[in-house]
């Protein structure tokens, strides 16, 4: 047997012995050392009439590390003790499955450090599908975890970074990310960044906010062609933006996300090589730990966002 956190209604949660899973022919099993809480594990927190409740033990943490403890038959490139992270489905739990083909090395030089290798392989397809370019003036709107990445990630690939966030404790870390400029989001911060990137408007818009109220700092901040790139996911209802506007422009639109599993797992291994090679630092940004049994208290930690928030972990 094993222990899961299981969802079984909104706003509860609770701590369940099941079956030790076993790995099926190419999978391994990984005993977790934690997994993140993602933004978008908010939702099934607070419920969404398209759910269904009880979610399965470990749902929906996708963003699990730990050691690989068995083999399924033809499983190959990877060895019992390696320490991985890897993409799962049921990862708050104290062991998840997986593709061995979506399971990512992680190198001594990494020892001790909690990497939720999902959420940083995101920031770099974000990065990679939004066209970051030297030189380039590049606004992210919203620092939290992938913002503050995402701010990194641009600064360091030698863009001129403007970040807009609400919270003071999220400007700092942009600004200790290598934003050159932090503003908070308030009426006439859109005027205020244009002024402040040193051109009429940014060459890229980073949006990582997935909230209504932001939504329309993107199209104030652009006067002519530029690319935004969505990274926030949106679960909460539909959006209204100036189509008109963005038709205009000549804007180029990009939803960042990327569904596929290969794609996930190739930004997963270029997070592990940027982390090693010192280009991303995010021992930082992982702000807040939790044992497993108090998953309910991470998951209210992100909806709340309160202080020095950024990142929750969920530890076994």
Same mark, same amino acid.
């Given at each position: 047997?094993?222990?899961?956190?299981?969802?079984?209604?909104?706003?509860?949660?609770?701590?369940?012995?099941?079956?030790?899973?076993?790995?099926? &022919?190419?999978?391994?099993?990984?005993?977790?050392?934690?997994? !993140?809480?993602?933004?978008?594990?908010?939702?099934?927190?607070?419920?969404?009439?398209?759910?269904?409740?009880?979610?399965?033990?470990?749902?929906?943490?996708?963003?699990?590390?730990?050691?690989?403890?068995?083999? $399924?038959? $033809?499983?190959? $490139?990877?060895?019992?003790?390696?320490?991985?992270?890897?993409?799962?489905?049921?990862?708050?739990?104290?062991?998840?499955?997986?593709?061995?083909?979506?399971?990512?090395?992680?190198?001594?030089?990494? =020892?001790?450090?909690?990497? &939720?290798?999902?959420?940083?392989?995101?920031?770099?397809?974000?990065?990679?599908?939004?066209?970051?370019?030297? =030189?380039?003036?590049?606004?992210?709107?919203?620092?939290?975890?992938?913002?503050?990445?995402?701010?990194?990630?641009?600064?360091?690939? !030698?863009?001129?970074?403007?970040?807009?966030?609400?919270?003071?404790?999220?400007?700092?870390?942009?600004?200790?990310?290598?934003?050159?400029?932090?503003?908070?989001?308030?009426?006439?911060?859109?005027?205020?960044?244009?002024?402040?990137?040193?051109?009429?408007?940014?060459?890229?818009?980073?949006?990582?906010?997935?909230?209504?109220?932001?939504?329309?700092?993107?199209?104030?901040?652009?006067?002519?062609?530029?690319?935004? !790139?969505?990274?926030?996911?949106?679960?909460?209802? &539909?959006?209204?933006?100036?189509?008109?506007?963005?038709?205009?422009?000549?804007?180029?639109?990009?939803?960042?996300?990327?569904?596929?599993? !290969?794609?996930?797992?190739?930004?997963?291994?270029?997070?592990?090589?940027?982390?090693?090679?010192?280009?991303?630092?995010?021992? &930082?940004?992982?702000?807040?730990?939790?044992?497993?049994?108090?998953? $309910?208290?991470?998951?209210?930690?992100?909806?709340?966002?309160?202080?020095?928030?950024?990142?929750?972990?969920?530890?076994?």
């Amino acid at each position: 047997m094993t222990r899961a956190m299981q969802v079984i209604a909104p706003g509860r949660a609770r701590l369940e012995e099941v079956p030790l899973p076993e790995p099926g &022919p190419g999978e391994v099993r990984v005993r977790l050392e934690g997994c !993140g809480v993602c933004g978008s594990n908010g939702p099934v927190w607070e419920g969404r009439s398209w759910f269904q409740y009880p979610f399965a033990p470990g749902a929906p943490g996708h963003e699990g590390w730990g050691r690989v403890d068995a083999l $399924g038959p $033809g499983a190959n $490139g990877v060895a019992v003790g390696d320490r991985v992270t890897l993409l799962s489905y049921r990862a708050f739990a104290e062991h998840d499955v997986a593709p061995a083909d979506a399971v990512v090395a992680l190198p001594a030089a990494l =020892d001790g450090l909690p990497l &939720p290798g999902e959420a940083v392989g995101c920031a770099m397809n974000v990065i990679r599908r939004s066209d970051i370019r030297p =030189d380039q003036d590049v606004a992210v709107i919203g620092v939290g975890f992938l913002g503050a990445l995402l701010v990194q990630l641009a600064s360091r690939a !030698g863009a001129r970074v403007v970040a807009l966030s609400r919270r003071p404790f999220a400007l700092e870390i942009a600004r200790s990310g290598g934003a050159e400029t932090a503003l908070a989001i308030e009426p006439g911060v859109d005027a205020a960044a244009r002024d402040r990137t040193g051109s009429l408007a940014p060459h890229r818009v980073l949006e990582a906010a997935a909230t209504p109220e932001p939504q329309n700092i993107p199209t104030a901040l652009r006067t002519g062609r530029a690319r935004l !790139g969505i990274a926030g996911y949106h679960q909460d209802g &539909p959006r209204q933006v100036d189509l008109q506007l963005w038709n205009w422009r000549g804007l180029d639109v990009v939803n960042a996300h990327e569904r596929e599993t !290969g794609v996930y797992v190739d930004g997963m291994r270029a997070a592990v090589d940027a982390i090693v090679a010192g280009r991303l630092d995010v021992a &930082p940004l992982l702000t807040h730990t939790f044992p497993l049994a108090q998953l $309910g208290g991470a998951l209210d930690a992100m909806r709340e966002r309160k202080g020095r928030f950024l990142k929750a972990l969920v530890l076994t």
